[in-house]
């Protein structure tokens, strides 16, 4: 993803993602298209985004994904931020370019990002790489630098897929 892609994000959450997706993207050339079923995340989001942005190319969609058009080539990237992505992976497949990344973001069990893989084999999607996100804080203090007692473990999963084209699937 780079300046001047066509970018859809689904969940908004607080609009922090989509803040850091427009400057990616820029101001021209790209569009970020952010859908979510909760007007009010929807309102917050752009509420806060536009502390850092005032994009002309972001279409917020107060729906799932199912109902946002494909158009030309398709999204170079999909970003699910949802609870049960599993269920949307086929709809984001269809919407992303052959070579475009599906990036899902599945807090907090390793069976969510297996049930994820599982749907994935119904799809022109490969998965690239799966991490799980850690968070250790650090006490900062002249001389005494260390890590924080409270550690949290993790805090979610990033599966990262590509799209394939259907000449590649049929050799995969």
Not at 10 to 22: E, I, K, P, Q, T
Request: aromatic share 6%; glycine share 10%.
């Amino acid at each position: 993803m780079r300046s001047g892609s066509r970018v859809l994000e689904s969940g908004v959450g607080s609009g922090a993602l989509s803040a850091v997706l427009l400057s990616i993207i820029g101001p021209s050339g790209g569009r970020l298209v952010s859908a979510d079923t909760d007007a009010q995340a929807i309102s917050l989001a752009r509420s806060n985004s536009s502390r850092f942005t005032d994009a002309d190319n972001w279409e917020l969609v107060n729906s799932d994904i199912h109902s946002v058009q494909r158009g030309g080539d398709g999204f170079d990237a999909v970003f699910l931020d949802l609870p049960q992505p599993w269920d949307y992976l086929e709809r984001a497949s269809e919407l992303c370019r052959p070579g475009g990344m599906v990036v899902c973001y599945s807090p907090p069990t390793y069976n969510q990002v297996e049930r994820t893989l599982e749907a994935s084999r119904d799809t022109h999607l490969m998965l690239v790489e799966s991490c799980t996100l850690r968070k250790e804080n650090i006490i900062v203090r002249p001389g005494s630098t260390r890590p924080d007692n409270n550690v949290i473990g993790h805090t979610g999963f990033i599966s990262f897929y590509i799209r394939l084209s259907g000449m590649e699937l049929q050799s995969f």
